[in-house]
């Protein structure tokens, strides 16, 4: 499915100039830039002084520019370079040509020693401007840190036009999906909390839509025969129209949608089906729906679907790998220590496109053995899309405000194994190096909650730079073997 819920990014470049600095060098510096990207928007105006920065301002916005590059193609004037950033609404990435032709005379523009400056003005005016790991370079090495940038400004423009809707509240005894919503609006970030009730009319008002025999024809697509229950497809096409026409309805002033809401106990009896696979589908389109209204689950999934550009899940970190399993089918590869992986679930919720081919829609056994007669056929618990999930590599993260209202992040880059689960629901074997440390001294110590968000790529560097440039000061990862966390036991 097209990932329709997230920005396109526009991306302009503005060249500036020190004026002892011949302007001409940072002019034929950004049009070489511009040859290795012929889709950015170069403007015209190079930038010198304060009114050459309100005209280049002007020029990127007409031209429709959502982020920018700000280029020192010599030494660079650091007051209307810096204004560059607060005056424009957007992401700016900064970066500095080097030295390319060997005329140190004539042709040497010091902008190697102008970053400096631009960053010291940049951080006297509070602005997360994104400066790559090494931000100097030629026309082809700044290609590179373009299109590392744009993922990154992808989900920075996503959240600021994202809101949050819940349906809830949390389950009993889910405190760790506690959301304090400061954490939010501190990112820029709307929400909108709704009742079940609210659900159950607006799914109600939907019975006998018109669109729902298209939906039921695009799911029978998707799954195949015999991996779905044609009697219950009615009821989740209804479910599916009822979410989308309540995103399109409740939007207000932004942009962008999420979902975070209420799945059991109440709901699989009162609406008559689990909602895990349309879920799953509105995932594949960048449309996340967190179970259990775990809000920043869906903030979380929804970065991860910006700076992928792909669908994402949410899972519990849920389960040990078996040693009898990991004797027999990691170990003898030698790449894995048994407290690397783990168990990587949820009831149903994963995109099919990231299941392995025997996927197929089923029933929720936990909610089976709780809610329906002992002994009985699965009626109401039906709807969860279960499967392996597919081998290839991860990244597992999550942003969470915590209950004293600091957000903080983590992020790990492992994969899945090839290795069948013999389990039910959307499953997977993982494995993170050092997971068992990071799983103690992170996760455990910083008292995150059991839901990870996972893209499936390994986009921890994106990750990095996006939470840096949300002012995350708190992004914790996996230390390498040797390398102690702060609460790690020397001895």
Not at 307 to 333: H, W
Not at 473 to 480: G, L, T
Request: proline fraction near 6%.
């Amino acid at each position: 499915m097209k990932m329709d819920n997230i920005p396109e990014v526009k991306l302009g470049l503005i060249a500036v100039s020190r004026d002892c600095f011949p302007i001409e060098l940072s002019r034929k510096r950004a049009e070489a830039i511009k040859a290795c990207c012929p889709e950015l928007f170069l403007c015209p105006v190079t930038v010198e002084n304060e009114r050459d920065m309100q005209e280049s301002v002007r020029c990127v916005r007409e031209a429709g520019c959502n982020a920018l590059v700000v280029f020192l193609g010599n030494f660079g004037p650091e007051t209307p370079e810096t204004l560059i950033a607060k005056e424009f609404d957007g992401p700016c990435m900064f970066v500095a040509a080097a030295e390319g032709d060997g005329d140190l005379i004539n042709g040497r523009g010091d902008a190697f020693c102008g970053m400096l400056n631009c960053s010291y003005n940049l951080g006297m005016r509070g602005i997360d401007a994104y400066i790559p790991s090494y931000p100097v370079g030629r026309a082809e090495d700044i290609a590179g840190m373009i299109a590392e940038f744009i993922p990154v400004a992808r989900a920075v423009l996503g959240l600021r036009g994202l809101k949050i809707i819940t349906f809830g509240p949390r389950p009993q005894d889910f405190f760790a999906c506690n959301a304090p919503i400061r954490g939010l609006y501190e990112l820029g970030v709307e929400i909108e909390e709704n009742s079940e009730l609210d659900l159950l009319v607006a799914y109600k008002a939907h019975e006998g839509d018109p669109r729902i025999d298209d939906v039921c024809r695009d799911m029978a697509a998707e799954m195949k025969e015999g991996c779905y229950y044609p009697d219950l497809n009615r009821r989740m096409a209804q479910f599916e129209l009822t979410l989308l026409d309540w995103a399109r309805d409740h939007l207000g002033a932004r942009k962008y949608v999420a979902f975070a809401n209420k799945c059991w106990p109440a709901f699989p009896e009162t609406f008559g089906f689990e909602p895990c696979y349309v879920n799953s589908r509105l995932a594949s389109r960048g449309i996340p729906v967190a179970c259990e209204v775990d809000i920043y689950g869906s903030l979380s999934e929804y970065i991860g679907a910006c700076v992928s550009g792909d669908a994402v899940t949410l899972l519990d970190i849920n389960n040990s790998v078996p040693a009898k399993m990991f004797e027999e089918e990691i170990a003898p590869g030698g790449t894995w220590k048994l407290t690397d992986t783990f168990m990587g679930f949820h009831c149903g919720n994963t995109p099919e496109c990231k299941l392995c081919s025997d996927r197929a829609i089923k029933y929720q056994l936990i909610q089976h053995r709780l809610l329906e007669p002992k002994g009985s056929e699965p009626d109401f618990t039906r709807g969860t899309l279960e499967g392996d999930i597919a081998a290839g590599p991860v990244t597992f993260y999550r942003l969470q405000c915590d209950s004293e209202g600091v957000l903080r992040a983590y992020i790990a880059q492992g994969e899945v194994l090839d290795v069948r689960t013999r389990s039910f629901g959307g499953i997977g074997v993982f494995a993170i190096p050092e997971m068992g440390r990071f799983y103690r001294h992170v996760l455990i110590e910083k008292h995150y909650p059991h839901h990870g968000a996972v893209a499936f790529c390994h986009c921890g560097k994106a990750l990095f730079e996006v939470f840096r440039m949300l002012g995350i000061r708190d992004i914790a990862y996996n230390q390498p073997s040797g390398e102690r966390y702060p609460t790690e036991n020397p001895f």
